[in-house]
């Protein structure tokens, strides 16, 4: 079975590298834009499983990014996971129409967890 494939849109490259590290190691391929300058175009080439929406990525933010996502009959079905330090991470979340929110910073076990279960729900999704 091929590896799941997750995409992250996140400006701080520390974070996209920890990140990288930590699902590598968990059977994950990563993927990772410090923009969303590209969103479609990045999205068609990686094919991701799974996406990391950062709440102040360049050019568009991301509560738009995540709504262009979610309102395109082609992306939609792609589980988005928010991904700030901002307090109301779960109130722009909301907003933007993600799936579900990882709060920054975040324990490496809660990451693991969250891209877990979402990977998963978005399996049973697929199936029904």
């Known amino acids: 079975?091929?590896?799941?494939?997750?995409?992250?849109?996140?400006?701080d490259t520390d974070i996209l590298e920890?990140?990288?590290?930590?699902?590598?190691?968990?059977?994950?391929?990563?993927?990772?834009?410090?923009?969303?300058?590209?969103?479609f175009e990045t999205i068609d080439r990686?094919?991701?499983?799974?996406?990391?929406?950062?709440n102040w990525i360049p050019e568009h933010g991301g509560i738009?990014?995540?709504?262009?996502?979610?309102?395109?009959?082609?992306?939609?079905?792609?589980?988005v996971i928010y991904f700030s330090a901002n307090a109301d991470v779960h109130l722009l979340a909301e907003k933007a129409g993600a799936d579900t929110y990882l709060a920054k910073p975040f324990d490496i076990n809660e990451l693991e967890r969250i891209v877990a279960d979402t990977l998963a729900n978005s399996r049973t999704n697929t199936k029904e």
């Open 18 to 39: 920890l990140c990288n590290l930590i699902l590598n190691r968990k059977n994950y391929d990563v993927f990772t834009d410090t923009t969303c300058v590209n969103l």
């Open 64 to 79: 738009d990014a995540t709504q262009r996502l979610k309102a395109s009959e082609q992306y939609k079905h792609i589980p």
């Open 46 to 54: 990686v094919q991701p499983d799974l996406i990391f929406m950062d």
């Open 1 to 11: 079975m091929d590896r799941p494939k997750i995409l992250m849109f996140d400006d």
